[in-house]
């Protein structure tokens, strides 16, 4: 019997998973294993916990059903905690595995231990994160274009996203125990309290995802008004709230696409249909960026040629983070994200934009903070839209908003604001 390994990292499902069925395609059995990454575990150098308590509790939910799933298919789950480079070529000795298949990502320290496994086991690393598949686009990605306008116009015309695949019927597996998976407490961390003026009691997992869907899609209808509702700040379903999800791989933007093209059919097809595609497309832009840019998505200057040089004041982003900085629209915000884990779309390209052009702040720790606070935390998505917000991105334009303005337009009656600030300090 061959046996492959199967190391899941953000794509924590069994539907779509394109890692899986390569796998199963070409071995007889396989070994499923997550890995707590040592690196994503401690603090970064602004002393920020690298995942915080949401995104944590997420992913954790998230492996929890993705067990769960796995042993309703006859197989289970490893689980272990350290570095995957010295973790995984052990398993594979001990558990006979000829071969590791994981998820590809396209970042540098993801990709430094694929390269790190390359090296020492035969490994095959496979495209399953993007709506369009890097081989379906019809530029060379070192040279896609710069612009997201571009980008979109030439995807959606060259290119086609790919049918979805199902969840096998069976996961066949050596003869292995599978792992518990941890509370939040094995790792030092207390659960947050769920407040309730969130958007959403998240709850990680395939499952949740579908049901999630199910409910904007089928339930309510709302994705039939979704471009006029996605500037909203308040409730469930201004928007899709599918980006937990997407973030862990529970759901697969193909999954998604397919659902509502099939909407399209059978309910109606019209601008706000298109645009959650519209929006997908974004996701992508951002990871081929990444593709193409390399670290530069990191850099002070991005992917900028210029130098840029940032002030960093601790004081003044203390203020930022914990929503103290007399703008009540940034106040609100922030506190959303730090009571929640969650800020609407229109929350954070305010947020931003304030903290880099009025406060003149360095962006990276404004997404040092999202990378710890968010629960939806995607290293392409917040690294590229923060490149952007900060004007050192594939922006044109360098935009800068005014929080006040931008207040008065999307929470005229000021419900947002005093929903997150006390009634006093509302003017
Ligand atoms: C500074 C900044 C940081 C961000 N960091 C993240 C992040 O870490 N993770 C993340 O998933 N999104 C990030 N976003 C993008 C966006 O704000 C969220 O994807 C969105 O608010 C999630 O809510 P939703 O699922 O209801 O979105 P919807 O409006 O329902 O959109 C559907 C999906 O499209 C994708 N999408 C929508 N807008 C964007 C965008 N601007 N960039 C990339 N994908 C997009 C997401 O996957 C989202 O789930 C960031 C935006 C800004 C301005």
Not at 316 to 343: H, P, Q, S, Y
Request: glycine share 6%; hydrophobic share 35%.
């Amino acid at each position: 019997m061959s046996t492959a390994l199967l190391w899941f990292r953000n794509d924590l499902r069994l539907t779509d998973n394109l890692a899986l069925q390569a796998a199963l395609n070409e071995f007889d059995q396989i070994l499923p294993l997550y890995v707590f990454d040592e690196q994503w575990l401690g603090e970064d150098q602004y002393g920020f916990v690298r995942t915080g308590p949401y995104r944590l509790q997420f992913l954790l939910e998230s492996l929890q059903d993705l067990k769960t799933h796995l042993q309703e298919l006859g197989s289970d789950l490893l689980i272990r905690r350290g570095n995957p480079a010295e973790i995984i070529p052990t398993l594979l000795e001990e558990f006979d595995c000829s071969q590791v298949f994981c998820s590809k990502e396209y970042t540098s320290e993801e990709i430094k231990v694929e390269q790190a496994l390359r090296k020492q086991v035969p490994f095959s690393a496979i495209h399953n994160s993007t709506l369009i598949h890097p081989d379906d686009v019809v530029f060379d990605i070192h040279r896609m274009p710069e612009v997201f306008t571009a980008f979109r116009k030439k995807v959606e015309r060259y290119s086609k996203v790919r049918a979805t695949v199902p969840s096998p019927e069976s996961v066949p597996s050596p003869d292995f125990v599978g792992d518990q998976v941890p509370s939040l407490r094995d790792f030092g961390i207390e659960p947050a309290p769920y407040d309730e003026r969130g958007v959403l009691p998240f709850k990680g997992g395939a499952m949740a995802a579908w049901g999630r869907l199910d409910h904007y899609f089928w339930e309510t209808e709302c994705l039939s008004t979704y471009k006029e509702t996605r500037n909203g700040m308040i409730g469930a379903d201004y928007s899709s709230k599918f980006s937990p999800w997407l973030a862990n791989g529970c759901i697969s933007p193909r999954s998604i696409y397919q659902e509502v093209e099939k909407y399209e059919v059978e309910v109606e097809k019209n601008k706000s249909t298109y645009w959650l595609k519209f929006e997908l497309l974004w996701r992508d832009f951002f990871r081929y960026t990444a593709m193409r840019y390399g670290n530069r998505i990191f850099y002070a200057a991005g992917i900028k040629d210029q130098p840029r040089q940032w002030k960093y004041q601790p004081k003044v982003v203390r203020r930022w983070i914990n929503g103290e900085t007399g703008d009540e629209l940034v106040d609100a915000n922030m506190r959303e994200l730090k009571l929640t884990g969650f800020m609407s779309n229109r929350g954070r390209q305010n947020v931003a934009s304030y903290l880099v052009h009025r406060l003149k702040q360095d962006w990276r720790v404004g997404a040092a903070w999202f990378e710890s606070m968010l629960i939806d935390y995607d290293v392409c998505s917040n690294y590229g839209n923060w490149i952007y917000a900060a004007g050192v991105g594939n922006d044109p334009r360098d935009r800068v908003f005014n929080t006040q303005r931008q207040a008065h337009m999307y929470d005229r009656d000021g419900a947002y604001r005093s929903l997150w600030l006390s009634a006093k300090e509302v003017t």
